[in-house]
């Protein structure tokens, strides 16, 4: 090792799924959206010219901030926007999470969450999730430097009923507490209206999988404007302009069709209703995901190798090699017609 290389902050990195590009690919290991982002998005995009790229964006990303708290009936200062929410949980992480107490999650969720708590040198503390994979709510009620959590968790799709959500906060008055909403939209009951309720409870949410916008980037969060301050000046100390002026119009026109937002993702609670049936008569367990993916095993084929069989196929699912995960998939619902293919594959390997 060199010398200056004792002073470099040395992280291991979150690995992001695989971003792999075959024409015939059926692509569900990212839960991405399989349908295509509102009309409306295409429109923006096109209508959109060079000339005013040479100025810098509104620091405060006002349009889009409006749009959000039109949309959810909140105050401008009570919203966030960052470039994806995995740099809106970046963000909170570093501004919220200053404690020499450990900020608990679960032990099965995110992977990002040790990441970033390892980036920023966060003592943490993993809860086990019970035997189902769900939280135990009382695994909350110690003393901690903040809580964060998904809900529905990731990578289970397992929803925390909103009694509990708000009976972990009610425990918690004195941290932070972080409601990680990514797949909220897909059946989950969303913690946004405790917001009022408790000022130090901040919900975040993305449009890349319930808005079909992972490319965008664009996440945010809902808090009380006492938490939203301090959250923005925790981003303007780090980089004024986080959001580009197509991500702010092109995100600003997504909200306003509500039409197409409640049709696709309704689209894919039918798909993921459905292949739940399929996928319980071949002899896969699951839980109830309120998400836009499953998580599923067999007892009698391993994850590892039906990971693999379906990949030389193109067909991508997620597999993480850790415990008591590695004999799990995780599936993102795709369109009927990918599902379908995904179905006929498995009943051919699983013989059923
Ligand atoms: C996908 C995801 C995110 C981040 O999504 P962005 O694309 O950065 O908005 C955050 N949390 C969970 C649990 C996710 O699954």
Redesign the pocket.
């Known amino acids: 090792m060199k010398k200056w290389e004792e002073n470099v902050r040395r992280v291991v990195p979150y690995t992001p799924g695989e971003q792999p590009d075959f024409a015939d690919m059926i692509k569900l290991n990212t839960?991405e959206n399989p349908y295509p982002p509102a009309p409306g998005v295409e429109r923006a995009m096109r209508a959109m010219q060079s000339e005013p790229l040479r100025l810098y964006p509104a620091p405060g990303a006002d349009s889009l901030v409006e749009g959000l708290a039109n949309y959810y009936n909140l105050k401008k200062d009570q919203v966030f926007v960052g470039v994806?929410?995995?740099?809106v949980?970046a963000m909170a992480f570093l501004t919220f999470f200053n404690s020499d107490r450990p900020i608990l999650f679960p032990d099965i969720t995110?992977s990002?969450y040790d990441v970033w708590a390892d980036l920023f040198r966060i003592p943490y503390e993993c809860q086990p999730l019970n035997e189902r994979f769900e939280i135990t709510k009382e695994d909350y009620f110690k003393e901690n430097g903040g809580i964060v959590f998904?809900n529905p968790n990731?990578p289970t799709g397992e929803e925390l009923s909103l009694s509990a959500v708000e009976e972990i906060i009610a425990h918690n008055q004195d941290v932070v507490v972080i409601v990680?909403e990514?797949?909220v939209d897909f059946g989950a009951q969303t913690a946004v209206g405790l917001i009022e309720k408790y000022d130090n409870l901040l919900v975040v949410q993305?449009?890349?999988?319930s808005r079909s916008l992972?490319g965008l980037?664009i996440?945010y969060a809902f808090g009380s404007s006492r938490l939203i301050k301090y959250l923005n000046d925790a981003k303007y100390s780090f980089n004024s302009y986080t959001m580009n002026r197509p991500s702010l119009s092109m995100g600003a026109a997504a909200l306003e069709d509500e039409a197409y937002f409640r049709e696709t993702v309704d689209k894919i609670v039918a798909t993921r209703e459905r292949t739940k049936k399929e996928l319980a008569q071949m002899g896969f367990l699951f839980g109830d995901s309120k998400a836009n993916f499953l998580f599923a095993t067999h007892p009698d084929y391993p994850a590892k190798k039906l990971f693999e069989a379906l990949r030389e196929k193109h067909i991508f699912v997620r597999y993480f090699a850790k415990p008591r995960i590695d004999n799990y998939l995780r599936i993102t619902i795709g369109t009927d017609a990918q599902m379908d293919a995904l179905i006929e594959f498995l009943k051919e390997y699983t013989g059923k």
């Open positions: 839960n994806g929410s995995d740099d949980l995110y990002f998904p990731a990680d990514a797949y993305t449009f890349s999988k992972a980037r996440g």
